[in-house]
């Protein structure tokens, strides 16, 4: 089986399908796309979320990157794993290090959104030989985010995932519009909102979700942050948002505390998907810090 899609806008044919098998691992398949040409960037997106989320990055980049934006387990194309013990950080930045390796990149530059930005500082710090630079764009600290709080107490998550089952879809569309308000606040846009309530239109959106959310060993993250930052590389940018509301930028401040030698910016009116507020914005500081420019340092 295999999934093949464009960048949105590309002129350029569409990449061959045996290209990009779905890659197999003991417990899933990871769907991955790629677009592009040039030196290779993994992007990561977050929980919840697919590939679909890089479009504003693949847009401006593809002329001069080649670009492999894969699906989590659970997401876009990506199946579920049977065993939930999959869903961990740890594993999910192995499959994607292994991802890579099959897709024949031994180096890449690494960029990672919200739980993906976990993920990607997790790969770093795992194979730090195989990661060129690595970006997080309003990561996951090593506290644990409001919302994860509750999704991680007793009978909540059942009680949800029940509930989202049995939901006709229009309610369940209905609910993520509303939630894309608070993710992308002010970068808000009415036919993205739309795309996502499509991709998130499923009965097992909240067993993913959770999934990512109950596996996650923050005290075996927080290790990782520690390892990453005594390690003279990859190099490291941290792009935040003031106006996150869903990672509060109070952790953002203290991950970039913890990995002092890393360069950061923050977007001050920036949502939690500064991706699609600030595509332009966001490019020129990825390129910059490709290129080994000085990224602007903004504040801590």
Not at 73 to 81: V, Y
Not at 93 to 98: D, N, T, V
Not at 270 to 285: R, S
């Amino acid at each position: 089986m295999r999934y093949v899609e464009r960048c949105s806008e590309d002129p350029r044919p569409a990449i061959d399908a045996d290209a990009i098998p779905l890659m197999s691992f003991p417990s899933e398949q990871i769907n991955c796309v790629q677009c592009g040409s040039g030196p290779p960037v993994v992007l990561v997106h977050g929980n919840p979320g697919t590939h679909s989320v890089w479009r504003p990055v693949a847009d401006r980049l593809s002329a001069e990157r080649m670009l492999f934006t894969p699906d989590l387990p659970g997401f876009g194309g990506t199946p579920a794993p049977a065993d939930a013990a999959d869903y961990g950080v740890d594993r999910l930045a192995a499959s994607i290090l292994g991802m890579a390796k099959n897709l024949g990149l031994e180096r890449f530059d690494l960029v990672g959104h919200s739980f993906g930005g976990a993920i990607a500082i997790t790969m770093a710090a795992m194979a730090p030989e195989r990661v060129r630079t690595l970006t997080a764009i309003t990561p996951m600290s090593s506290n644990v985010p409001p919302r994860a709080r509750l999704a991680r107490m007793p009978l909540v998550v059942p009680l949800v995932s029940g509930l989202w089952h049995i939901a006709p879809g229009w309610v369940r569309r209905k609910v993520v519009r509303g939630w894309t308000h608070v993710t992308y606040d002010k970068g808000y846009i009415a036919s993205r909102s739309e795309e996502v309530a499509r991709e998130s239109d499923r009965a097992g959106l909240i067993r993913s979700i959770a999934g990512l959310v109950a596996s996650t060993d923050y005290a075996l993250y927080d290790r990782r942050i520690a390892a990453l930052q005594e390690l003279a590389a990859p190099p490291v940018l941290l792009i935040g948002s003031g106006r996150d509301r869903v990672i509060p930028h109070a952790d953002f401040v203290s991950l970039a505390h913890r990995l002092a030698r890393a360069r950061v910016h923050t977007f001050p009116e920036g949502g939690h998907v500064p991706i699609w507020q600030y595509p332009d914005e966001i490019c020129a500081l990825l390129r910059e810090f490709w290129d080994g420019g000085v990224a602007d340092a903004g504040s801590r």
